[in-house]
């Protein structure tokens, strides 16, 4: 454990980890925001999640590739991606969407193949980044750096997560969002078309993962099997936040990069993964618990 | 008795199969005067592009061995021919390929396929019927431990591949006249075969020049950042900072060591290549040192091609592109046979693989001998450095025709 000294000789280092996990973090949110949207709404688990943030990083490459800032990807890849949503839902999500979960799992799994296989053949298993030039920001006499992308990141992250917030709340198109989550029976019989709800759902969750894509492009690199780890850790999120809540899906992500990024300092890189999802089965058992005492409390 | 009746035509069929493919083995060892080798080789699948250069390594040395007068064996001069099956880029489809190419087209000597992967499905039906096999594209050193007689590879395997890092960085040190065992050595290595392979040889000289290895951190498979090693790194100031991931490995360590401006002496990498990492990610790549089996520039020669420089040029006019380092350890590969057999001076493939077992020379490609495993031990990995945007080789230090630029300047001086 001698990381865990070198914590406590040189405490900057701590400041150094908790920023990079809580800038990372602030990725995983996004993709976690539109996770838990299609889940809430459509009672749908997207594997295929990973694989929009992918394409969404291919957009902000390409855009970067044609002489344009790749900062403009992150509104870019979003219509892009949400153009994409609109037509997987046409092409698939609907013929699943008010099956078993099961069902639904198996889809969006096979969709993010599908996904990965096609970027494999058209744009090639080549590692991409694209860049932003927007240099380092220096804290604390230099001890501690951070990218100012993944500073621009964490922004947009907060600004996404407060104009989704808005749009569900305010909109015409969010309240029927809500309605249709809240019971889809009886907001069809207040004539709201769900189907076209879960459309619009389905793409406003690949639009978000597509910007979050973008700037991982240009903090990160980006390749066609990237995918998993954003998946992996969106389900995470939303499993430990609840899928109501997007307040608490920012603030469960911002917690998840942190911890991930002491775990990979104090225990090696090999057991980072390994730490979330331990962690994932603590939370749940003692929320479990924690729920079931207040149960009882209630009866 | 219908059936039977129906039958009879493609039974009939079959038996001119048959009778085709013995007629077929006319194909023997030596045609007349030509030697003929064999070789599965990717020309379509994943591998394509690679395969390609394999086999237009090989071809070139053809022709070459051609226009020189041919291969002297026992002194009449024969011609080389190859067979060639394209594998697919599959294991199954290349053994059975090898088993085609050695009892039907009674191929007595064969070439090795691209990768490691095909290499270790071809590897046991060559030893099961003492057919020699020189390759040179399986750099898996597990290729290597299994007691092959056959197989003999001309490439530096994978624990050679940035054990010339740390003898570079040792040697740097007695420069400026520290012990190599006052150095701090940084390691963060994917959690697969080809990584930990090439882990273990880093260990071991570093082990042996008395190092201390003061991080030592496994990537998982689905690597998406690595700030938490990198704070690490940035705490413990190593002299030494080794990487191997692949190519999303070697582009994220030149991205965030550049993000995070962190500073090491030394960082070396393998699969910069692939990453294109000093084509794409410009001033964030400069000076980091990069892995390579080969480079033109290089100052070894042979009689059949001259120099490095030389075999490049005709490579070049050949084939319309600068020749990767997987062609040139393909025609290295025939080299091998060529010398074997002149020196065997017979084809019998016991004594030709017994000859090639004691092969001794320098050729274009570097010098090749091989240890009791068949593997080459006396060609040394390339080192590149990248300078001003262009790879330079730096080491090892006699064949370079560039200096390292040691330390790497702090990012707060450039």
Not at chain 1, 170 to 185: E, V
Not at chain 1, 231 to 260: H, K, P, Q
Not at chain 2, 263 to 274: K, R
Not at chain 2, 360 to 378: E, L, R, S
């Amino acid at each position: 454990m001698d990381s865990i000294q070198l914590l406590f000789d040189a405490p900057i280092l701590s400041v150094q980890l908790l920023l990079d996990g809580l800038l990372i973090g602030a990725i995983f949110a996004l993709a976690a925001y539109g996770m838990a949207l299609v889940w809430g709404v459509m009672n749908l688990i997207n594997i295929a999640q990973g694989e929009f943030v992918m394409l969404g990083g291919y957009v902000a490459f390409f855009l970067a590739q044609a002489g344009v800032h790749p900062l403009f990807g992150v509104p870019l890849a979003a219509v892009v991606l949400f153009v994409l949503g609109w037509m997987l839902y046409r092409a698939v999500i609907f013929r699943v969407v008010d099956k078993d979960l099961f069902i639904s799992l198996l889809a969006t799994f096979g969709l993010s193949i599908l996904l990965q296989q096609l970027a494999n053949e058209v744009f090639g298993a080549d590692v991409r980044t694209a860049e932003s030039g927007f240099g380092t920001l220096f804290l604390f006499d230099g001890m501690v750096t951070v990218a100012w992308i993944k500073v621009v990141a964490f922004v947009a992250a907060l600004l996404a997560g407060g104009l989704l917030m808005l749009f569900l709340k305010k909109s015409r198109l969010g309240r029927a969002i809500r309605a249709t989550a809240q019971n889809a029976r009886a907001a069809r019989i207040m004539g709201i078309d769900t189907n076209r709800v879960y459309a619009a759902t389905y793409s406003l969750n690949a639009a978000i993962c597509g910007a979050a894509g973008a700037l991982v492009a240009m903090t990160w690199i980006i390749h066609p099997y990237l995918g998993l780890p954003y998946t992996a850790r969106a389900f995470m999120i939303v499993v430990v936040a609840g899928l109501g809540n997007i307040a608490a899906v920012f603030t469960a992500a911002l917690g998840l990069g942190a911890a991930e990024n002491f775990a990979g300092f104090i225990m090696g890189a090999e057991y980072q993964a390994g730490f979330v999802f331990a962690l994932l089965v603590v939370i749940l058992i003692v929320r479990n618990a924690w729920l079931h005492r207040k149960r009882r409390y209630l009866q | 008795m219908l059936n039977t009746g129906r039958n009879i035509i493609p039974v009939a069929l079959m038996v001119i199969v048959l009778v085709l493919a013995a007629a077929g083995s006319a194909h023997a060892k030596v045609e007349g005067d030509t030697i003929v080798l064999g070789a599965a080789v990717s020309l379509t699948g994943k591998y394509s592009t690679n395969g390609k250069n394999t086999q237009d390594g090989y071809e070139l040395a053809v022709k070459r061995i051609d226009e020189m007068g041919g291969i002297k064996v026992a002194g009449k001069a024969y011609k080389l021919k190859i067979i060639y099956y394209d594998d697919e880029s599959t294991p199954a489809h290349g053994a059975q390929l090898a088993e085609r190419l050695i009892s039907q087209d009674k191929v007595k000597f064969m070439l090795g396929p691209y990768s490691s992967g095909l290499t270790k499905a071809i590897a046991p039906v060559t030893e099961k019927y003492k057919i020699p096999m020189v390759e040179g594209n399986g750099a898996s050193l597990s290729l290597f431990n299994k007691g092959y007689k056959y197989l003999f590879a001309t490439l530096s395997t994978t624990e050679y591949y940035l054990k010339e890092a740390v003898n570079l960085a040792a040697l740097e040190a007695k420069k400026q006249g520290k012990k190599a065992s006052q150095l701090k050595v940084a390691l963060a290595f994917e959690n697969d075969p080809f990584s930990q392979d090439v882990r273990a040889g880093v260990v071991e000289d570093a082990k042996r020049h008395g190092m201390k290895i003061v991080i030592d951190d496994k990537l998982p498979p689905e690597l998406n950042d690595m700030a938490a090693t990198l704070t690490k790194v940035k705490a413990l100031k190593p002299d030494l900072f080794l990487v191997s991931g692949h190519a999303k490995g070697a582009a994220l360590a030149v991205r965030q060591t550049s993000a995070m401006k962190i500073d090491v002496p030394m960082i070396a990498t393998t699969h910069c290549d692939s990453a294109k990492i000093a084509e794409t990610l410009g001033a964030a790549a400069e000076y980091f040192l990069c892995a390579s089996q080969w480079d033109r520039s290089l100052n070894y020669k042979d009689k059949w091609f001259g120099t490095a420089e030389d075999y490049a040029q005709r490579f070049e006019k050949e084939f319309n592109y600068a020749p990767p380092y997987q062609a040139a350890e393909s025609t290295a590969a025939v080299l091998v046979y060529v010398d074997a057999l002149q020196r065997a001076g017979s084809f019998d493939t016991k004594k030709v693989r017994d000859a090639i077992a004691a092969t001794d020379m320098q050729t274009f490609y570097g010098n090749i001998k091989f240890d009791v495993t068949g593997k080459n031990i006396a060609k040394p990995m390339v080192l590149y450095q990248i300078q001003k945007g262009e790879y330079k080789v730096v080491a090892p230090t006699q064949w370079a025709s560039s200096t390292l630029i040691h330390p790497r300047p702090k990012w707060s001086e450039r």
